[in-house]
């Protein structure tokens, strides 16, 4: 009976641990649609936001000649930057293929540019959510299902990844290449330790290589990395195995492991990046030689730019400049998990760092490895280091799903000893794991779609990162544009700023160089952030230092933009202040023998509290009013006094009659401004001739008539 009673025991467990598997496997393209589903909407919803500077200055031109040339069967046309960039422009190759197939199908019409850029970007965003479901898919494999869970979703709702995710460039989609690379790699090595040989993942792995060897020469760092991961995990040597196995040391051994499988690896992936590139076909010597410049010269040399970092203009910022700029990109669950991953690991570090369970040490020698060498080199920005984010969120999800453990345990025993509040002590670790996934998804709908605006508050924000770090890359300028484009006087003359091609889009007028600012007339500059940071033109920008900025563009406490209007020109400067709010910088002055048309140049020094109109009159000899006009600084129908903007700049001509009966002789034109209301004129203050200041006006000119 007994045996009986175990028999059905085991039969009962084999059919419950069936049952496990049967709802892992029913649980697994769930998850995978809801990792999915949450790594695109932040990455798809409105693409058609802004350019980044890289976009407008290269990418959009060069994935449209990419595609002539590949249309055309120019493959030695297909080398436009040693990056190489081939597997960006052939994403993009298949969003102008969509964007076509759209119009054709009378879907959508002439698109503008930023919608054009839109269409670019979309088969990139999705295969960043491939990227994410996918690396979950693999991770459950090699590390405990949870802590892979906790992963893919921190992976999908990073603001950091979601921002480069969303635009058409490159460190996200490395990213995501040599992410699944090494895990596939790590797979490999798993299942050579099962007995299935591996193969299957190491070409897998290979050919990813070989992607991200066509994305961007960072690339090559990968190259050592993973042949030293398979000397280190080659598994331990079996003297059956060896006729010399007593003479044959372990590093031997290792060695004969590593440099097999690395041969394969290695072939593999230059095999794709052969077949990928069309310039490799027919001119390898150009190609290479473009790969090669790339690296040396572009790469090895500071940003030509200049950079900022720690409050200052630098070239290199040097060693700290990655570790304190990827503390600011961290979200605060993530740093939260990263420093729970720490104490224990201090606590047990056996529970992480075994040999057979090897990838969270090879996570680890990947991030510092990756960051070592980047650190190696002048030029840096913070998006150089991304491939190192997925291994990051995997120690963060390590250290949130361990630490959620540790408490739930501590919490149950407490909750034993405890009168009152045991359940809700019982529930308190479940309560705070949802609270962060909360805070997580909000991040993220909060931040739409300006993400790489986004700092961990922790450390103060983007307010607190535009002292430190270098900011901006386009981001704010179709805010600019928006505003720009509703003022009633855009249509004036042109805007001068830097970074144009980021702007012009945005706006119906012409966007000229900021380096245009004294060379024609120019309605308004837009003074952007991180041109004052690094300080470029200091001569330039120096002439603003005077002025009041009419609009500030601020995002998530960063301050990218403020939007000058520039004073109209005059021929006659004057310097002088009516009241507290209006400044006249100066008169242009024109005039025939019954005529004359004087030219104020106004600028708002603060949004004036009242309307007022501005009198001009011409004056004789005994002190008599001859001729005059009053009319409002705008003119008829123009924007009154009292909805000025500060900063605002307006020059209308004011044309006076003069009566013909004029007698010979020298006549004073003065001009001033009085309330609409009451009447009283505005006291004027500067270096002002005083004889006609006491009366609350200036002198403008003398005219002499006939």
């Given amino acids: 009976m007994m045996q009986i009673a ?28 809801m990792l999915g589903v949450l790594a695109l909407a932040p990455r798809v919803v409105g693409l058609a936001d802004f350019l ?3 976009e407008a200055y290269h990418w959009i031109r060069f994935t449209e000649r990419f595609d002539a040339a590949i249309s055309e069967g120019r493959w030695a046309d297909t080398i436009f930057v040693g990056h190489p960039a081939i597997t960006m422009f052939w994403l993009g190759r298949a969003g102008l293929v969509l964007e076509r197939a759209a119009r054709d199908m009378g879907w959508i019409g002439a698109p503008s540019m930023i919608e054009h850029l839109a269409w670019l970007r979309l088969p990139g965003v999705f295969l960043q959510m491939v990227f994410g479901v996918t690396t979950w898919m693999v991770l459950r494999r090699l590390i405990d299902p949870m802590v892979a869970l906790v992963a893919g979703f921190l992976w999908s709702t990073s603001p950091y990844l979601i921002a480069h995710g969303r635009v058409l460039h490159l460190d996200a989609l490395l ?55 398979l000397f280190a995990l080659a598994p331990a040597g079996d003297s059956s195995d060896w006729r010399v196995s007593g003479k044959v040391s372990e590093v031997f051994r290792r060695l004969k492991y590593a440099v097999v499988r690395y041969s394969v690896w290695l072939g593999v992936a230059l095999g794709v990046a052969f077949a990928g590139w069309p310039a490799l076909w027919v001119t390898p010597d150009a190609a290479l030689r473009a790969y090669a410049d790339e690296i040396i010269f572009n790469g090895g040399r500071p940003n030509g730019d200049g950079q900022f970092f720690n409050g200052q203009a630098v070239g290199d910022p040097g060693v700290w400049f990655y570790p304190v700029a990827s503390l600011f ?59 190192i984010w997925p291994a990051l969120l995997v120690l963060a999800a390590t250290g949130i799903v361990h630490g959620y453990e540790a408490a739930r345990a501590w919490c149950i025993r407490r909750a034993t000893v405890v009168r009152r509040g045991g359940d809700f002590l019982q529930r308190a670790p479940l309560a705070g794991l949802m609270m962060m996934g909360a805070i997580e998804i909000g991040q993220v709908v909060w931040y739409h779609p300006y993400y790489l605006s986004y700092y961990n508050p922790l450390f103060g924000g983007g307010a607190a990162a535009q002292r430190m770090f270098l900011i901006g890359w386009g981001e704010g ?46 309605n308004y ?40 209007q520039l004073p109209r020109p005059y021929r006659q400067p004057v310097g002088a202040r009516f009241g507290d709010a209006i400044m006249l910088h100066g008169v242009s002055v024109e005039s025939d023998q019954n005529h004359l048309t004087v030219t104020p140049s106004w600028g708002a020094l603060a949004s004036p509290e009242r309307n007022y109109v501005v009198f001009l009159q011409v004056i004789d000899p005994q002190g008599r009013r001859v001729a005059g006009v009053d009319v409002p600084p705008s003119g008829v129908g123009g924007i009154p006094t009292g909805a000025w903007l500060p900063g605002q700049q307006v020059a209308v001509p004011l044309p006076l009659s003069l009566p013909p009966d004029l007698p010979a002789g020298e006549y004073d034109v003065i001009l001033g401004l009085y309330d609409a209301d009451s009447g009283e004129r505005l006291p004027v203050s500067g270096n002002l001739d005083p004889a006609y200041t006491v009366t609350r006006a200036i002198r403008v000119t003398t005219l002499t008539y006939p």
Wanted: hydrophobic residues 50%; positive net charge.
């Fill in 525 to 564: 500059a837009v003074v952007y952030l991180e041109s004052i940071q690094r300080g470029a033109h200091p001569d330039i920008y120096r002439q603003f230092d005077s002025l009041t900025p009419i609009h500030a563009i601020t995002i998530h406490g960063i301050e990218y933009a403020k939007i000058y």
């Fill in 52 to 54: 980044t500077t890289d």
């Fill in 477 to 522: 300028m179709d805010q600019v544009g928006a505003w720009l484009s509703l003022r009633p006087d855009i249509g004036y003359g042109p805007v001068i700023s830097a970074l144009r091609p980021t702007l012009q889009p945005f706006v119906p007028v012409d966007v000229r160089d900021i380096t245009d600012l004294g060379k024609l007339p120019v």
């Fill in 329 to 387: 990109r961290t979200t605060p669950v993530m740093l939260i998990g990263l420093i729970a991953f720490v104490l224990l690991a201090m606590r047990d570090n056996r529970r992480f760092f075994t040999q057979r369970d090897a990838v969270i040490p090879v996570l680890i020698a990947f991030a510092a490895f990756w960051t070592l060498v980047m650190t190696l080199g002048p030029k840096k920005f913070d998006r150089y280091v991304l491939p």
């Fill in 6 to 33: 175990e028999q059905n025991a085991a039969s009962d467990a084999s059919v419950c641990a069936e049952r496990r598997v049967a709802r892992d496997v029913l649980k697994a393209p769930i998850i995978a649609l």
């Fill in 175 to 229: 990213t995501g290449l040599l992410t699944l690379s090494l895990l596939l790699l790590l797979v490999s090595r798993r299942q050579q330790q099962a007995g299935a040989g591996g193969w299957t993942a190491l070409f897998g792995s290979g050919a990813l290589t070989g992607l991200a060897l066509l994305t961007k020469g960072p690339a090559i760092i990968f190259l050592p990395f993973a042949g030293l991961v």
